[in-house]
């Protein structure tokens, strides 16, 4: 049997897990206590993928305001949103082939702009930052998805080369931070063919 995680004192969302309160169907239930002041029993694995954030308030307050009312269509996280979704599902978008074409999908609470709204907000999201999944093979969900910065997410994309460098394996931007050496310098490198240790060669190497 699985070891139960103790999720007391930590918090997802509006909520905060006060103690562990039975277990049931194969799965933990918590009891917790939202920001508004209400009690909810809550699935553990629920609050650890999000799917549940409050005791219902949330949903409540943003549904009261949807897309007449929100005055989100013109922000950056509803482009971010229509992006996505022009991924997944429109043929005619040009990076369709690398999302919708090998199978990813935008999971059903998000086909609807609020909940991602409200996952975004509560989970980090600024204006500097792109969406990335942590898994590039799976869909966009809140269990597989999280905020980064560009640097970041560029080591989650399949065009990331991998090189081996004395055993060790990182990315051509990994390898790039630890050398001090400009991403593009690395780059150019492995076009040439220079693989090993010239590879992060601090000095300049001649054509």
């Known amino acids: ?4 995680i103790n999720l007391e004192g930590k918090h997802f969302g509006r909520l905060i897990v006060i103690e562990y309160s039975h277990f049931s169907g194969g799965k933990a239930y918590w ?7 209400n009690e909810k029993l809550v699935r553990g694995d629920h609050l650890k993928s999000l799917k549940i954030i409050s ?8 549904t009261s ?25 429109n043929p005619n978008e040009p990076t369709y082939k690398d999302y919708g ?6 999971c059903e609470e998000w086909l609807e702009f609020i909940p991602f709204y409200g996952w975004a907000i509560h989970n980090g999201y600024s204006d500097n930052l792109t969406i990335d999944r ?8 809140p269990s597989n998805c999280k905020w980064s910065t560009k640097t970041e997410q560029s080591r989650n994309r399949r065009s990331n080369v991998k090189v081996t460098i004395d055993g060790e394996t990182k990315t051509l931007t990994e390898w790039a931070e630890i050398s001090g050496l400009a991403i593009s310098t690395l780059r150019n490198r492995y076009i040439k ?6 590879l992060i060669n601090p000095k300049r190497m001649r054509a």
């Open 1 to 4: 049997m699985t070891k139960r």
């Open 31 to 37: 009891k917790c206590l939202c920001e508004c002041g």
């Open 55 to 62: 005791c219902g308030c949330f949903h409540k307050e943003t």
């Open 65 to 89: 305001n949807r897309f007449s009312t929100h005055r989100k269509s013109d922000t950056r996280l509803f482009s971010i949103w229509s992006g996505i979704k022009n991924r997944c599902f």
């Open 101 to 106: 074409g090998r199978g990813i999908t935008v």
């Open 134 to 141: 942590i898994d590039n093979n799976g869909n966009y969900d």
């Open 193 to 198: 063919g220079i693989r090993g240790k010239k």
